[in-house]
T-cell receptor, first 114, second 111 residues
Framework: DTEVTQTPKHLVMGMTNKKSLKCEQHMGHRAMYWYKQKAKKPPELMFV???????INESVPSRFSPECPNSSLLNLHLHALQPEDSALYLC?????????????FGPGTRLTVT | GQQLNQSPQSMFIQEGEDVSMNCTSS?????WLWYKQDPGEGPVLLIALYKAGELTSNGRLTAQFGITRKDSFLNISASIPSDVGIYFC???????????FGTGTRLTVIP
């Protein structure tokens, strides 16, 4: 089973709202990722969690706040977003250890900021 | 900055034709991945390559890890309508967890 699930599928929020995106995997992976993808562009890495600790933050604005409550769950808390933050947000997971491991992606959350 | 360039940018082919696309980089990669993404969905891993010169197949798909380690190729044989989508190459850059994606090739299959 290589399934990563994400909720919600679609989200519309105003610039003053607070919302959260959720991601879950049950593959026993210990690395989890958030990516942002704008239309007609490749995914861009935002955050990496390794063994539930934040290991990479690609200079993402503080209005995006990641959280990894346990090894299966990954959240992305959103606050005071801008319209240019509208995008497809993708979660991925992989094994973690020495060397590179293949990343498996969820279906994404389509976010629209109004 | 670093860019993985994919070509062609887009292609329109007749059902049943073979497809070739490639990915080139100015940096050396030790791993190449190929993903397919349908509209509004997440990328799906197709093939992973770990050794220079490696040739790996997955059904009608065949991918190769270039000898120079700066390029990779993906071929699709006997295309079918469900092959439609965007194909991305990707590789780890600046560390094992930092996956960097190519610019993508958009494939349209005409029945």
């Amino acid at each position: 089973d290589t399934e990563v699930t994400q909720t919600p599928k679609h989200l519309v929020m105003g610039m003053t709202n607070k919302k959260s995106l959720k991601c879950e995997q049950h593959m026993g992976h210990r690395a989890m990722y958030w990516y942002k993808q704008k239309a007609k562009k490749p995914p861009e890495l935002m955050f990496v969690y390794s063994y539930e600790k934040l290991s990479i933050n690609e200079s993402v604005p503080s209005r995006f706040s990641p959280e990894c409550p346990n090894s299966s769950l990954l959240n992305l808390h959103l606050h005071a977003l801008q319209p240019e933050d509208s995008a497809l947000y993708l979660c991925a997971s992989s094994q973690q250890g020495q060397g590179f491991y293949e990343q498996y992606f969820g279906p994404g959350t389509r976010l629209t900021v109004t | 900055g670093q860019q993985l360039n994919q070509s062609p940018q887009s292609m329109f082919i007749q059902e049943g034709e073979d497809v070739s696309m490639n990915c080139t980089s100015s940096s050396i990669f030790n791993t190449w991945l190929w993903y397919k993404q349908d509209p509004g969905e997440g990328p799906v891993l197709l093939i992973a390559l770990y050794k220079a010169g490696e040739l790996t197949s997955n059904g009608r798909l065949t991918a190769q890890f270039g000898i120079t380690r700066k390029d990779s190729f993906l071929n699709i044989s006997a295309s079918i309508p469900s092959d439609v989508g965007i194909y991305f190459c990707a590789g780890p850059l600046y560390g094992a967890n930092n996956l960097f994606f190519g610019t993508g090739t958009r494939l349209t299959v005409i029945p």
